[in-house]
């Protein structure tokens, strides 16, 4: 397995196609989900290339962990969640479908059930209005 330095989001670290922004450092980037399971879906990526977890440099895990922390308590305080899943997709068979590593923050509240994996794509604005929300939810 190999990583395909074309997929969508090594286009969005090299600034080819667009995502709403949420956080960003020397290691990683973190942007909304434009098809959110829940409302404040967001991805965490690191700069370097890898396919998933299966094939990331070690070194790299620390610096993106981190970042996960960080951005998932944003995301539970810009969204009121009681709870925050993350999750990560390794290969299709278990889900993965954009081969450059990523882990998924979805802020969860008892009772509300998640929308269905890379299902409606969200309207822009409210994207945008999300991200907005989290990013001031960082800086406190
Ligand atoms: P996975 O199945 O873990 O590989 O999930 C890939 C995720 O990327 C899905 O939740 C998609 O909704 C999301 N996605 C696909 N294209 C984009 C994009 N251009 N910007 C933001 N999220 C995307």
Redesign the pocket.
């Known amino acids: 397995m190999t990583y395909d330095t074309n997929n969508?989001?090594a286009k969005?670290l090299r600034g080819e196609?667009p995502?709403h922004k949420v956080y960003e450092d020397a290691h990683t980037l973190a942007?909304?989900?434009?098809?959110?399971?829940a409302d404040g879906?967001t991805?965490v990526i690191p700069k370097a290339g890898s396919r998933n977890l299966l094939d990331a440099d070690p070194a790299a895990l620390g610096p993106l962990m981190a970042s996960v922390q960080k951005v998932a308590n944003a995301v539970r305080k810009a969204f009121g969640a009681e709870g925050v899943l993350i999750?990560?997709?390794n290969e299709p068979a278990a889900?993965?479908?954009?081969?450059h590593l990523?882990f998924?923050i979805l802020p969860r509240s008892t009772g509300a059930a998640l929308r269905p994996?890379?299902?409606k794509m969200a309207d822009h604005a409210v994207l945008a209005e999300h991200a907005a929300r989290i990013r001031a939810a960082l800086e406190v």
């Open positions: 969508i989001f969005i196609i995502c942007f909304m989900d434009v098809m959110p399971q879906h991805l999750q990560q997709f889900g993965q479908t954009v081969f990523h998924h994996h890379s299902g």
